[in-house]
Nanobody, 126 residues
Framework: VQLQASGGGLVQAGDSLRLSCAAS????????VGWFRQAPGKERAFVAA????????YYTDSVKGRFTVSRDNANNTVYLQMNSLKPEDTAVYYC????????????????????WGQGTLVTVSS
């Protein structure tokens, strides 16, 4: 599978954005997906994860209640809805995928993912 992230842009604090992660391949529903972000000068960090079917999700504490991850397996796409954006959310956002035989798998480590998209830049101004 190959991934392509899109939807980034320049917004003001408090605004919303929806990122998309489009996947190629017919077995996308067998992949657990994660979103990560990398701010300038910082390491890539976990943001959210979603299981193969989309029934399980997990978020880093700083985005809980503001971000929502979802997926549409029929259209091979995972979304990250970001609301109430803050300047500290500014980063390049990446989606990643890993084949999983178990539906409940949620992966938070960058080392767990085998496939990465190219990243999309989100800039939040104050």
């Amino acid at each position: 599978v190959q991934l392509q992230a899109s939807g980034g842009g320049l917004v003001q604090a408090g605004d919303s954005l929806r990122l998309s992660c489009a996947a190629s391949g017919r077995t996308f529903s067998s992949y657990a997906v994660g979103w990560f972000r990398q701010a300038p000068g910082k390491e890539r960090a976990f943001v959210a994860a979603i299981s193969r079917s989309g029934t399980s999700t997990y978020y880093t504490d700083s985005v809980k209640g503001r971000f929502t991850v979802s997926r549409d397996n029929a259209n091979n796409t995972v979304y990250l809805q970001m609301n109430s954006l803050k300047p500290e959310d500014t980063a390049v956002y990446y989606c990643a995928a890993r084949y999983s035989m178990v539906d409940s798998v949620l992966l938070t480590s960058t080392y767990a993912y085998a496939v990465w998209g190219q990243g999309t830049l989100v800039t939040v101004s104050s």
